[in-house]
T-cell receptor, first 112, second 114 residues
Framework: QKEVEQDPGPLSVPEGAIVSLNCTYS??????FMWYRQYSRKGPELLMY????GNKEDGRFTAQVDKSSKYISLFIRDSQPSDSATYLC????????????FGKGITLSVRP | ETGVTQTPRHLVMGMTNKKSLKCEQH?????MYWYKQSAKKPLELMFV???????ENNSVPSRFSPECPNSSHLFLHLHTLQPEDSALYLC?????????????FGEGSWLTVV
């Protein structure tokens, strides 16, 4: 079982839709959870950062972590064509020299 | 504009060439990374430097040779590459090398080996 699994996509939705992106993981030691957004031919940029379980909201974006199920989600409300990008989940555990483990990424297309 | 700058953005090289990728971070961070991004694969961590000292080399072939002359600069020297090495090479940095530190990526260098 891979450490981090992410729905392969691609995903296409109409403008205004609510989008749900998900990752599952196997390492219960993961404590830090991040979502990166990567536009075509650009580097990934940090979108959301959460520690341990719970929800975090930032504008139209909500990150949710359920450590009991080893499941994280990113919700996008009122999706816009400018949200079209690849979204990567990433996570790490507590400890010196701990490094991020990434999912494969899912490509989202929001149709006008 | 990100705080991590990579050059060149695009590079085409033959299998017998020698070239280098350059990365500079303007964030005052102490840790720097090289990642490889290929289609349909997760980001692959190649090298990690902390305070100019290499702390990790993830079984990367010797045709890739990193260099970190100071905490702001990172190079990836390329020599006798293979076509399967064609990918997006991403440089990144973080404040420290430990858990929970957010890493910031550069725009990447698109490498094509012909």
């Amino acid at each position: 079982q891979k450490e981090v699994e992410q729905d392969p996509g691609p995903l296409s939705v109409p403008e205004g839709a609510i989008v749900s992106l998900n990752c599952t993981y196997s390492n219960s030691a993961f404590q830090y959870f991040m979502w990166y957004r990567q536009y075509s031919r650009k580097g990934p940029e940090l979108l959301m950062y959460t520690y341990s379980s719970g929800n975090k909201e930032d504008g139209r974006f909500t990150a949710q972590v359920d450590k009991s199920s080893k499941y994280i989600s990113l919700f996008i409300r009122d999706s816009q064509p400018s949200d079209s990008a690849t979204y990567l989940c990433a996570m790490s555990y507590t400890g010196a020299n701990s490094k991020l483990t990434f999912g494969k990424g899912i490509t989202l297309s929001v149709r006008p | 504009e990100t705080g991590v700058t990579q050059t060149p953005r695009h590079l085409v090289m033959g299998m017998t060439n020698k070239k280098s990728l350059k990365c500079e971070q303007h964030l005052g961070h102490n840790a720097m990374y090289w990642y490889k991004q290929s289609a349909k694969k997760p980001l692959e961590l190649m090298f990690v430097y902390s305070l100019e000292e290499r702390v990790e080399n993830n079984s990367v072939p010797s045709r890739f040779s990193p260099e970190c002359p100071n905490s702001s600069h990172l190079f990836l020297h390329l020599h006798t590459l293979q076509p399967e090495d064609s990918a997006l090479y991403l440089c990144a940095s973080s404040q420290e090398l430990n858990s929970g530190n957010t890493i910031y990526f550069g725009e990447g260098s698109w490498l094509t080996v012909v």
